[in-house]
């Protein structure tokens, strides 16, 4: 079965700071998603990727990287870390039949 | 630009009533579909339904294209099925999905 596995599963990072978030896919998605999710907002696109060595901007990209070095890992990188970037961070998948498969999610506080 | 609006935003239910949870977009939509968020944060996929009808399990959902409308139909409602269910379109221009807030469901027993 699919799996996309996230790391860390909590985070705490200062103002300032470089933060990386990890994604890991095991089924071989070409495509592959990174949101971030808050009240009132819901999941907002922040960055995606249709292949190893592609990376595309998203609705909310401002403050965020992306690196996807292989297909199966897929990062998102924030070089100068904000209070406003405090959120919870969602990687996906996505499949041959549009189906997605989501990680369980970071947990990220900026102080 | 895109919009997913989900109502109602909360709805409390006693364990064994139905449920009709609605999805309505501002633009044509060639995918559509319904996930369901635990409490826990995790989030599944439920069905993909663009149009017409589908069912899973004790799960209906019933889309109009032309009129730019889901619903998600929960029959005879379990306290598991406690958590938010979220409504997606497709991103125009592009393969990821726009989501709606949600419609947190609170089953008691």
């Known amino acids: 079965e699919a799996a996309v596995t996230q790391s860390p599963r909590n985070k705490v990072a200062v103002t300032g700071g470089k933060v990386t978030l990890s994604c890991n896919q095991t089924?071989?998605?070409?495509?592959m998603y990174w949101y971030r999710q808050d009240t009132g907002h819901g999941l907002r696109l922040i960055h995606y990727?249709?292949?190893?060595?592609?990376?595309e901007k998203g609705d909310i990209p401002d403050g965020y990287k992306a690196s996807r070095p292989s297909q199966e890992n897929f990062s998102l990188i924030l070089e100068l870390a904000t209070p406003s970037q405090t959120s919870v961070y969602f990687c996906?998948?996505?499949?041959?039949?549009?189906?997605?498969?989501f990680g369980s999610g970071t947990r990220l506080l900026v102080i | 630009g895109q919009q997913v609006q989900q109502s109602p935003a909360s709805l409390v239910l006693q364990e064994g009533e139905n449920a009709e949870l609605q999805c309505n977009f501002s633009s044509t939509a060639t995918q559509l579909q319904w996930f369901y968020q635990s409490p826990g944060g995790s989030l599944v996929s439920l069905l993909s339904?663009?149009?017409g009808t589908k069912h899973t399990g004790r799960l209906t959902s019933t889309t109009v294209t032309k009129e730019r409308r889901s619903s998600l139909h929960i029959s005879s409602s379990q306290t598991t099925d406690s958590g938010t269910y979220l409504c997606?379109?497709?991103?125009?221009?592009?393969?990821?999905?726009?989501f709606g807030t949600g419609t947190t469901v609170s089953v008691s027993p």
């Open positions: 997606a379109i497709d991103r125009q221009g592009g393969r990821a999905l726009i």
């Open positions: 990727s249709y292949g190893a060595g592609s990376t």
């Open positions: 996906a998948g996505q499949g041959a039949c549009s189906d997605y498969t």
């Open positions: 089924n071989n998605h070409n495509n």
């Open positions: 339904n663009p149009s």
